[in-house]
């Protein structure tokens, strides 16, 4: 079983929050997935990743980077299953992508992270640019997900861009399709 909590629209007093913790624990499922709104202006978020991690469930981060310090990448990268980097807000999500990659430079083991454009409904030509450019900076990045609903022949292009080491999935609706290398 896995769950998904919007632990930041929830906004709770940091005690509630503790409190729903320890009832998912207790519900005891795979993974947890972290978002709704930005999970990392959270009061307590690195006390809630740690009480996860000692119940040894997954945690998968949803956030737009906005809100990332370095002091925090360390934490995130040891505390983390995955990190999906959202590109709704591009220029935050390049700058929280260059962070993890620093930090994962750094860790034997760390969460793999990558971006999430499946959100993305203009701003194509930035998505082509990171593929064919940016990702190949990136030595540590996992993923790219894109969403069904930019074409399968811009989807094709994008996916022939990337460098060969990044998983690249096209999301639908019900499923993923992982580009076959």
Request: some cysteine; hydrophobic content about 45%.
């Amino acid at each position: 079983m896995d769950i998904t909590w919007d632990v930041a629209h929830a906004r709770l007093s940091h005690e509630r929050m503790l409190h729903i913790t320890k009832a998912l624990i207790s519900m005891r499922p795979e993974t947890v997935t972290l978002g709704g709104g930005e999970p990392l202006s959270v009061p307590g978020l690195f006390e809630i990743l740690d009480q996860f991690r000692v119940a040894g469930i997954d945690v998968v981060l949803r956030t737009s980077g906005k809100s990332l310090h370095p002091s925090m990448v360390r934490t995130l990268l040891t505390s983390c299953a995955r990190i999906e980097v959202c590109a709704m807000a591009f220029t935050h999500a390049l700058h929280a992508l260059h962070l993890f990659d620093i930090g994962a430079a750094k860790l034997d083991r760390h969460a793999v992270f990558g971006l999430d454009a499946t959100g993305i409904r203009r701003g194509f030509d930035r998505l082509e640019d990171f593929c064919a450019t940016t990702a190949f900076e990136l030595p540590h990045l996992g993923f790219i997900a894109f969403s069904d609903t930019i074409g399968p022949d811009h989807t094709q292009y994008l996916q022939s861009l990337a460098p060969q080491t990044v998983r690249v999935t096209v999301e639908t609706p019900n499923t993923s399709v992982v580009r076959a290398r």
